[in-house]
């Protein structure tokens, strides 16, 4: 899904984004071990979805050819024939087949691990990449109930989108000058979720997309940049011009 985000930049610049949304109006969320979970229901891992490992090889290491012809871009060493890299499922299946590596196993940060550049920003709620909610996406016409704590994760909301002011003082929540204890949202969010899920900037770095943020549907990849590659291998080639799938069909 493309739309825009104004979050954590001047409301008057707009970037645009590409993520996969995961999570409806209503629905409640929650990132258990990396696994996404919809309303107590494990949601589906996406095809060609990445995640970090950690992979151990018998101490020689892997040569260049053998990350090219498993079309991995982003991976590092780290010393003593082991490797950082991001993966899909099918490529870790290729990478245990190969007789010096040892072994191929998941980096998950913990459940109560707090990463503080993980929204809401609040160690009130101890969440990370890999673990993080529950929590509820709101809907238009939804009322909810609003104290201290949850109030972190539903200000930005109530301010910066449905354009309202927000205080808090004494222990008391303000809405518009008057003390609020609930609070009815006036249109529907989404969560999104990149299918690069270790590397991607998404709604569990910013919090709710707006519906009137939405702009459309990708179709297709027209460019694909590797941050970490050299100057000759910058672009993946073999990601260009490639049909996005929303689905597992």
Known sequence: ML????????IDKQTHYI???VGLPGDTLQVVDRLVY????KNMIPKGSQHTYLIKTTGYGLVEDTWKRLEVNEYQPIGNGEYQALLTDEVV???KKI???SS???IIQPKGFFEGHIYPFSSYYPWNTDNFGPIYIPKAGATIQLDTNNLAIYQRVIFAYEHNTVDEKDGKIYINGKVATSYTFKQNYYFMMGDN???SADSRFWGFVPEDHIVGKAVFIWMSINSEGGFFNKIRWNRLFRVIHWNND
Do not use: A, M, T
């Open 104 to 106: 191929v196993e998941p």
């Open 197 to 199: 899920r270790h590397n």
């Open 3 to 10: 739309f825009r985000s104004e979050d954590e930049r001047p």
């Open 19 to 21: 993520k996969r949304c």
């Open 93 to 95: 299946k290729e990478l």
């Open 38 to 41: 919809i309303n107590g229901k």
């Open 99 to 101: 007789p010096s590596v």
